[in-house]
């Protein structure tokens, strides 16, 4: 029986790939998934991917309808670690942001702020005016943790699918969540001696 719950958010920014990795890395943890995809997600899946629809939600152990309010993610009842939401659109992080919940995906998130739990979002938008930077800031006041997918070159990755699971991963690891991965390993006392 898996002992953890996770929500995972796909909304519609490009970087689908960062939902589905997330799904796929947490396959292989005793971590349950709950996803709920938004309609402009369906869109990208469709543009920046090969996979179907019944591929993307196979990866999950429940998924959810978008207008499914009823559902048990959005009960802060229904217990959960929390929820990442990759990628994240400026509309959803707006919506979370004001409080607004029109669907199912920022109701999930708005019960995972009340009930304290944590939120994550790989928020997908560059560059960045002033109403972005407040709502990135109101999202960070309620306890939500706003982090952009920024890649990490001192993996030295050799593919996009390196960054993309280097980013995800990191992400997880803000939920307690560890997958086996490059991490930062320099040591300047060691380069200092060897010159």
């Not at 920014?13 to 396959?27: F, V």
């Not at 543009?47 to 309808?65: G, M, N, P, R």
């Amino acid at each position: 029986m898996k002992i953890k719950r996770i929500i995972i958010g796909i909304s519609g920014a490009t970087g689908i790939q960062y939902g589905i990795r997330a799904l796929e890395l947490l396959k292989n943890e005793d971590i349950e998934t709950h996803l709920v995809v938004s309609k402009a997600a369906e869109m990208v899946r469709k543009i920046e991917t090969d996979i179907k629809q019944e591929e993307l939600f196979s990866l999950a152990d429940k998924v959810y309808q978008l207008q499914d309010v009823g559902a048990a993610i959005a009960s802060g009842s229904f217990k959960t670690v929390g929820m990442l939401i990759a990628p994240c659109s400026v509309k959803t992080m707006s919506e979370i942001a004001c409080g607004v919940t029109s669907s199912l995906l920022t109701r999930s998130a708005d019960v995972v702020l009340k009930e304290r739990r944590r939120l994550v979002l790989l928020f997908r938008e560059t560059p960045l005016h002033a109403g972005h930077l407040k709502s990135m800031m109101a999202v960070t006041d309620m306890g939500g943790i706003v982090m952009p997918p920024v890649p990490a070159f001192y993996t030295r990755p050799a593919t996009i699918d390196d960054m993309v699971t280097h980013t995800v991963a990191r992400a997880l690891d803000l939920f307690g969540i560890e997958i086996d991965i490059p991490r930062w390993t320099y040591n300047h006392h060691t380069e200092m001696a060897e010159k």
